[in-house]
């Protein structure tokens, strides 16, 4: 028996997908300017999932052939604000002594995530990081970190979509959006 779908989320679009397609391919072209031939694109899973996915093809469409490998950090658990410590899911399994490594993240918040993400490459030997990240949301950071590359500033409230969630939901979205509060009272 089909299953009755559950009711769209209500969700005001902060940058539409074709806003974020035509800054990826601004991004591309501004890393192969200076990409090393033996670049890794390593992706902060799981939240940049759809932005690297993205990025990395319009790499691809820009002229360059990067290895990519993943790292996933944690420090946001179910909630809505992060709990201050950054945990290390799964490192990168590629080699990265001496390599020119792009990180990408999907927001610069406190700045925990990225400065984890960032020092853990080049304790392992990385001879060059570059940063790049979809959204700055320009609040305290924790730390003194700020991306080399960014897509968007971004107001700060809670986002979802295009690969970021709340509680793992939200993810699929092909957009960035603020929940409409209560939007569960509506449907
Ligand atoms: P930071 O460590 O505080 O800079 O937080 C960065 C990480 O928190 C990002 O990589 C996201 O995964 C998550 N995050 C921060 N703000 C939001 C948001 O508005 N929506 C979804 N995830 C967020
Ligand atoms: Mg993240």
Do not use: W
Not at 173 to 180: A, C, E, R, S, T
């Amino acid at each position: 028996m089909a299953q009755t779908p559950l009711p769209r989320p209500h969700v005001n679009v902060l940058f539409s997908a074709n806003q974020i397609a035509a800054r990826i391919a601004t991004l591309a072209d501004a890393i192969v300017e200076k990409a090393p031939r033996n670049l890794l694109v390593v992706p902060v899973l799981k939240g940049s999932f759809i932005f690297a996915a993205d990025l990395v093809r319009a790499l691809h469409h820009a002229g360059l052939t990067p290895e990519i490998d993943f790292m996933t950090l944690g420090s946001y658990g179910t909630g809505t604000t992060s709990s201050g410590e950054v945990r290390v899911v799964q490192d990168v399994s590629a080699e990265l002594a001496g390599r020119g490594v792009l990180i990408v993240d999907d927001i610069l918040e406190t700045g925990r995530t990225l400065a984890h993400a960032k020092m853990s490459v080049l304790e392992r030997g990385a001879s060059h990081v570059t940063t790049c990240v979809l959204l700055n949301k320009p609040v305290a950071r924790a730390t003194a970190i700020s991306a080399d590359l960014k897509a968007f500033d971004c107001p700060d409230v809670f986002v979802v979509g295009y690969g970021m969630d709340l509680a793992h939901r939200y993810r699929e979205l092909p957009f960035v959006g603020q929940l409409v509060e209560n939007s569960s009272e509506r449907d």
